[in-house]
Nanobody, 126 residues
Framework: QVRLVESGGGLVQAGDSLRLSCAAS????????MGWFRQAPGKEREFVAS????????YYADSVKGRFTISRDNAQNTVYLQMNSLKPEDTAVYYC???????????????????WGQGTQVTVSS
């Protein structure tokens, strides 16, 4: 079982940047696709970005494409989400997740992920 811990959230103004980190422990996630999801109050959890085990393939939700960048440092067992040009509609709890399909392609589907962190709050004021 892997434990995922997100950090880096906070309160920022529109147009600012934040970098979220997701540190894995318990077992390595170096050979598993990883993803970021978010959930705003009263809304369902939605896909944000995902990355394959090598870091060469990434996918993004249309709403964040061009503003967010997902990356990973396998030596540190950590995944990142760089968020630029933040908007009030980006306000949500952001969750890191690990897929169960080793060496598989990065997924956009929530149910493909079987390990989740507790989340970190991102609040963007206008």
């Amino acid at each position: 079982q892997v434990r995922l811990v997100e950090s880096g959230g906070g309160l920022v103004q529109a147009g600012d940047s934040l970098r979220l980190s997701c540190a894995a422990s318990g077992r390595t996630v170096n050979t598993y696709p990883m993803g970021w999801f978010r959930q705003a109050p009263g809304k369902e959890r939605e896909f944000v970005a995902s990355i394959d085990w090598s870091g060469r393939r990434t996918y993004y939700a249309d709403s964040v494409k061009g503003r967010f960048t997902i990356s990973r440092d396998n030596a540190q067992n950590t995944v990142y989400l760089q968020m630029n040009s933040l908007k009030p509609e980006d306000t949500a709890v952001y969750y890191c997740a690990a897929e169960g399909d080793r060496y598989g392609p990065p997924s956009l589907r929530l149910y493909d992920y079987d390990n989740w962190g507790q989340g970190t709050q991102v609040t963007v004021s206008s």
